[in-house]
């Protein structure tokens, strides 16, 4: 069997594999690693080259540093800004949506929510207001916001995971720390005010199935001493300043980032064990093994087929805007199903393919996969947030559909209208 012929099945595995749900990410990205070098694809150097990149050690140390965050008390404040909601439907869809909006800055929209249900679902009743009006366009507004801000790992998400695909492929691009925030920008306010405005009117009157209110989740109050707390606030604003400004300084990003990571644990805000539990080894591995995936795609040539096969899709346009829209609708397709994370992983390098093929600029095409898998509103597997607002709220799948398809459309329409506008392809 030829090495290109391997490659594409070693890349439909990880399709598959990732859509079944069945097989854990760090699985996957080391059993790339493992067949790229059993299979003399490529060289041990090359198939291991992904975990030496620096963009990867970024990525660790933002977990890291994100996890010190998490030991605060900024939590807890921004709770605080619940009681200062209103008492109507549209009140605590703005209220519970922004500070969830918030806390997506930090951890996952599904965890953010998690936190909230609790309040969400005692003031619903308290106020007498109808739950399923409410908490579906709550996790709307998260998902939009998830990982808006160069913020926490939402720098490895954003900044170093794009500029890893870049500098695999040879490219002389890079992101800055605010291009994914820019490219969202329109969305993101668009579809908040979309949740807010109008979901409450198209979300069911009445619960489709039996509700739960056993799903939420607890809160840990910060055990770190007053001056622990306001050094992780300095070491977390401090390095997210630096690596703003690294270019300017001529200091490597990645230094900045190691060294944020060494001072939480100077300063006994994290531990050597807190620091290894924070990464999410799963998705790291992932992201590593893709990298060299790749690399064999392009070795081999079978990048060149992907890319032919794309643009017999597209029906062999150069035209942006008509690529701009494929490359969206692909992504808020298949996000639906291979949830936000692996399918930004997945997609990437093969929009990149395209963009070096047709010498785009792949700037705005990268933020438009980013665009259309943060759009995933409508099905169970989309999000682990999903599932569990069905169950609270009692919406049915239908339901799910027929409220999240709407501000899918919205924000992939816009973000094709302001990405093409603001990063041109040519």
Not at 100 to 105: F, H, R, S
Request: aromatic share 8%; proline share 5%; glycine share 8%.
């Amino acid at each position: 069997m030829s090495p290109l012929i391997i490659t594409l099945v070693i890349l439909i595995g990880v399709f598959v594999a990732l859509l079944s749900g069945k097989v854990s990410y760090g699985i996957i990205g080391g059993a790339i690693v493992v067949l790229l070098m059993l299979t003399n694809v490529l060289t041990p150097a090359e198939a291991l080259s992904g975990f030496s990149n620096t963009n990867v050690v970024i990525m660790f140390c933002m977990m890291a540093i994100s996890a010190g965050l998490m030991k605060t008390s900024l939590i807890e404040h921004i709770l605080g800004l619940v009681g200062k909601v209103g008492k109507s439907e549209r009140a605590l869809v703005a209220g519970f949506g922004l500070i969830a909006a918030a806390m997506a800055q930090f951890m996952s929209a599904f965890v953010a929510v998690a936190c909230l249900l609790p309040f969400i679902t005692g003031m619903c009743k308290e106020l007498g207001i109808k739950r399923t009006k409410v908490i579906y366009p709550i996790i709307i507004i998260a998902l939009t916001f998830v990982s808006w801000l160069p913020v926490g790992t939402a720098v490895a998400n954003n900044f170093a995971q794009p500029n890893g695909y870049l500098e695999n492929y040879g490219s002389a691009v890079r992101f800055s720390m605010f291009d994914m925030t820019i490219a969202r920008l329109p969305g993101v306010v668009l579809t908040t005010i979309f949740a807010i405005f109008i979901l409450p009117k198209i979300c069911p009157e009445k619960s489709s199935i039996d509700t739960r209110d056993d799903l939420g989740k607890e809160i840990q109050k910060s055990t770190l001493e007053p001056w622990r707390e306001k050094a992780a606030y300095a070491i977390t604003a401090g390095t997210m300043g630096l690596m703003i400004l690294s270019s300017t300084l001529g200091i490597d990003t990645c230094l900045i980032a190691c060294g944020g990571t060494l001072l939480m644990v100077l300063f006994g805000i994290l531990d050597d064990a807190q620091v290894i539990a924070s990464v999410n080894w799963g998705m790291l591995f992932l992201f590593a093994g893709v990298l060299p995936l790749a690399t064999a795609l392009t070795k081999t040539g079978a990048s060149e087929l992907i890319v032919d096969f794309i643009l017999k899709i597209i029906g062999g346009s150069t035209n942006p805007w008509i690529i701009s829209i494929v490359f969206v609708v692909m992504s808020f397709i298949v996000a639906q199903f291979l949830a936000s994370i692996p399918c930004i992983q997945v997609l990437m390098p093969l929009v990149l393919m395209v963009c070096v093929q047709l010498n785009m600029s792949p700037i705005g095409a990268l933020s438009l996969v980013n665009i259309g898998a943060t759009a995933a509103y409508l099905t169970p597997m989309a999000n682990p947030g999903i599932p569990m607002c069905m169950a609270t709220g009692g919406y049915s799948a239908k339901d799910c559909i027929k409220i999240g398809i709407l501000p899918g459309i919205l924000v992939c329409t816009v973000g094709v209208i302001w990405c093409s506008l603001f990063f041109p392809a040519y």
